[in-house]
T-cell receptor
Framework: LAKTTQPISMDSYEGQEVNITCSHN???????ITWYQQFPSQGPRFIIQ???TKVTNEVASLFIPADRKSSTLSLPRVSLSDTAVYYC????????????????FGRGTQLTVWP | DVKVTQSSRYLVKRTGEKVFLECVQD?????MFWYRQDPGLGLRLIYF???????EKGDIPEGYSVSREKKERFSLILESASTNQTSMYLC????????????FGDGTRLSIL
């Protein structure tokens, strides 16, 4: 299973764009990249998921280079409410793989947004 | 919207008690998961189930068991609670189709005294 490395913490100010990079050098062919957000005393919330190139939804963008050994979560114009822990996960999310869709959560990145 | 409901937000039990944590999802998901979350350790998978009456051990199954009698409900059982099982417990579910994300409940903060 691919191990991920992401910064322990990041700081930003309201209105700025925030980019959180995750390294996953051992990513396998069938692995997808998934990002979750977690607020204190709540369960993780799915943000975005991708396999290659760029994925965008109403919340964030996910940039994945051709070699897929890293990925970058981009949050446009953050606000105070974006202060949370962000997790990068890599895994075979289909049930066809031996992992049966299991996800492995690391320690995540604590993003703090200041006024 | 997917709803994963955990029966209690906070629970206090005593050492040696048998503890039941309940999780219900309303989206007819085949797969369900139990994690625990501890400071500095992230989320760790205890057990998961890919269908009714099916279960698989996760990374830290010792001291726990699970039950999946109905598709919408996945129960975590602490057979004889110990203080080192004090933690935040999170339940998740997902559809059994490739590419679907896991959806989490808001957790049960369990204290064993």
């Amino acid at each position: 299973l691919a191990k991920t490395t992401q910064p322990i913490s990041m700081d930003s100010y309201e209105g700025q764009e925030v980019n959180i990079t995750c390294s996953h050098n051992n990513i396998a062919t069938n692995d997808y990249i998934t990002w979750y957000q977690q607020f204190p005393s709540q369960g993780p919330r799915f943000i975005i998921q991708g396999y290659k190139t760029k994925v965008t939804n109403e919340v964030a963008s996910l940039f994945i280079p051709a070699d897929r050994k890293s990925s970058t979560l981009s949050l446009p114009r953050v606000s105070l409410s974006d202060t949370a822990v962000y997790y990068c996960l890599v895994g075979d999310i289909s049930n066809r793989g031996s992992t049966l869709g299991r996800l492995y959560f690391g320690r995540g990145t604590q993003l703090t947004v200041w006024p | 919207d997917v709803k994963v409901t955990q029966s209690s937000r906070y629970l206090v039990k005593r050492t040696g008690e048998k503890v039941f944590l309940e999780c219900v999802q309303d989206m007819d998901h085949e797969n369900m998961f139990w994690y625990r979350q501890d400071p500095g350790l992230g989320l760790r998978l205890i057990y998961f189930s890919y269908d009714v009456k099916m279960k698989e051990k996760g990374d830290i199954p010792e001291g726990y068991s699970v039950s999946r009698e109905k598709k919408e409900r996945f129960s975590l059982i602490l057979e004889s609670a110990s203080t080192n099982q004090t933690s935040m417990y999170l339940c998740a579910s997902r559809a059994d189709r490739g590419g679907r994300p896991q959806h989490f409940g808001d957790g049960t903060r369990l204290s064993i005294l």
